[in-house]
T-cell receptor
Framework: GENVEQHPSTLSVQEGDSAVIKCTYS??????FPWYKQELGKGSQLIID?????GEKKDQRIAVTLNKTAKHFSLHITETQPEDSAVYFC????????????FGQGTELSVKP | ETGVTQTPRHLVMGMTNKKSLKCEQH?????MYWYKQSAKKPLELMFV???????ENNSVPSRFSPECPNSSHLFLHLHTLQPEDSALYLC?????????????FGEGSRLTVL
């Protein structure tokens, strides 16, 4: 089955700096890769996702890159702000697998003012 | 507010107790899920329900018993739990059970087993 590894487990950056979180997956058939943000006391929310037919996707300060050959994908947050502080989870699945997302271990991002 | 509400938010129970976690979604979705989140571990998929029918049981011990009376409600009945079952239990829903669309998570129920 699929296995997703996420690094680092914790990340601390200064406000305005960039943050990068990396994930690797094991099943080459996986074709859907979402990123979720979990803020303290709130439910996890999808912030960006990418499908295997594209290599990069951007949404304002957030971008995700996918390298299918190497089986890894990354989340990039530019111009970080204190409100970006949260736990971020990557996940992988087959698009037709009914929500069977396999998640990484999570990265606790702390943005210091 | 994601449209998925979980109660209780916190629960402390002894190993011999019986309790239940409740999840309700107000999004008109057809699929609902239970995930377990333990410290420093990935979210673990426990159960999947599509149109009220259980379609996935990810080798979960029988001391966890799910119930889905309708597409909007999902329960997790707990009995004779172990201390290692202490975790954050997350409910989620999605629109289309046959495709991996966006999951909408509740805030979770923090369970402590003494």
């Amino acid at each position: 089955g699929e296995n997703v590894e996420q690094h680092p487990s914790t990340l601390s950056v200064q406000e305005g700096d960039s943050a990068v979180i990396k994930c690797t997956y094991s099943d080459s058939a996986s074709n859907y890769f979402p990123w979720y943000k979990q803020e303290l006391g709130k439910g996890s929310q999808l912030i960006i996702d990418i499908r295997s037919n594209v290599g990069e996707k951007k949404d304002q300060r957030i971008a995700v890159t996918l390298n299918k050959t190497a089986k890894h994908f990354s989340l990039h947050i530019t111009e970080t702000q204190p409100e970006d502080s949260a736990v971020y989870f990557c996940a992988a699945s087959l698009y037709n697998q009914g929500g069977k997302l396999i998640f990484g271990q999570g990265t606790e991002l702390s943005v210091k003012p | 507010e994601t449209g998925v509400t979980q109660t209780p938010r916190h629960l402390v129970m002894g190993m011999t107790n019986k309790k239940s976690l409740k999840c309700e979604q107000h999004l008109g979705h057809n699929a609902m899920y239970w995930y377990k989140q333990s410290a420093k571990k990935p979210l673990e998929l426990m159960f999947v329900y599509n149109f009220k029918e259980q379609t996935e049981n990810n080798s979960v011990p029988s001391r966890f018993s799910p119930e889905c009376p309708n597409s909007s409600h999902l329960f997790l009945h707990l009995h004779t739990l172990q201390p290692e079952d202490s975790a954050l239990y997350l409910c989620a829903s999605s629109q289309d059970p046959s495709h991996t669309g966006e999951l909408f998570f509740g805030e979770g129920s923090r369970l402590t087993v003494l």
